[in-house]
């Protein structure tokens, strides 16, 4: 059974930046692509960010390229989200998860399992 938990989330000024984190357990992590979604209240959940397996590739949401960051540590079986410039708008609860498919996905059937979300809160 495979464990995410993520961590970092919490209030900060628009304009400012926050890093989440997210604690895989198992010893498969650095098999899998991994990738962070969003929820904001009465709002379907959306892709943000996701990574390969060796951290070569990465894919993002229009939304938040050029302001987020998606890295991962295979060591340390830890993928993080970096944001900066924030903005009310990306104000949600922030979930990992891992994929099952080989193609980096934006869609979260093509992932199978979840953390439980962190709230990132953005002030106008």
């Known amino acids: 059974q495979v464990q995410l938990v993520e961590s970092g989330g919490g209030l900060v000024q628009a304009g400012g930046s926050l890093r989440v984190s997210c604690a895989a357990s198992?010893?498969?992590?650095?098999?899998?692509?991994m990738g962070w979604f969003r929820q904001a209240p009465g709002k379907e959940r959306e892709f943000v960010a996701a990574?390969?397996?060796?951290?070569?590739?990465?894919r993002y949401a229009d939304s938040v390229k050029g302001r987020f960051i998606i890295s991962r540590d295979n060591a340390k079986n830890t993928v993080y989200l970096q944001m900066n410039s924030l903005k009310p708008e990306d104000t949600a609860v922030y979930y990992c998860?891992?994929?099952?498919?080989?193609?980096?996905?934006?869609?979260?059937?093509?992932?199978?399992?979840w953390g439980q979300g962190t709230q990132v809160t953005v002030s106008s």
């Open positions: 998860a891992r994929a099952y498919t080989v193609v980096l996905s934006n869609v979260p059937d093509r992932y199978d399992y």
């Open positions: 198992g010893r498969t992590f650095s098999s899998y692509n």
């Open positions: 990574i390969g397996r060796s951290a070569g590739n990465t």
